[in-house]
């Protein structure tokens, strides 16, 4: 498929040097990161906190040792 996409020159720049680097085209460089980036993304939307059940406790914490400041 054919699309348009307006980039920032910078970014295009250290785009076709990375590709130029790698020895690959442009469009192969512009598919690996998007599909990079989408995979990312579909990892991040799982639920991390199953995974962290039974891998510890909040006993010993309080709001006043969060780091944030009210």
Same mark, same amino acid.
């Given at each position: 498929?054919? %699309? !348009?996409?307006? /980039?920032?020159?910078?970014?295009?720049?250290?785009?076709?040097? =990375? &590709?130029?680097?790698?020895?690959?085209?442009?469009?192969? /460089?512009?598919?690996?990161?998007?599909?990079?980036?989408?995979?990312? %993304?579909?990892?991040?939307?799982? %639920?991390?906190?199953?995974?962290?059940?039974? =891998?510890? %406790?909040?006993?010993?914490? !309080? &709001?006043?040792?969060?780091?944030?400041?009210?």
């Amino acid at each position: 498929m054919r %699309t !348009s996409v307006d /980039l920032p020159d910078e970014l295009m720049k250290k785009a076709k040097i =990375k &590709a130029v680097e790698e020895g690959i085209s442009l469009k192969d /460089l512009i598919i690996r990161s998007l599909r990079n980036e989408l995979d990312q %993304t579909k990892e991040i939307q799982g %639920t991390p906190w199953k995974d962290l059940k039974g =891998k510890g %406790t909040a006993s010993g914490l !309080s &709001a006043d040792k969060s780091g944030f400041e009210e």
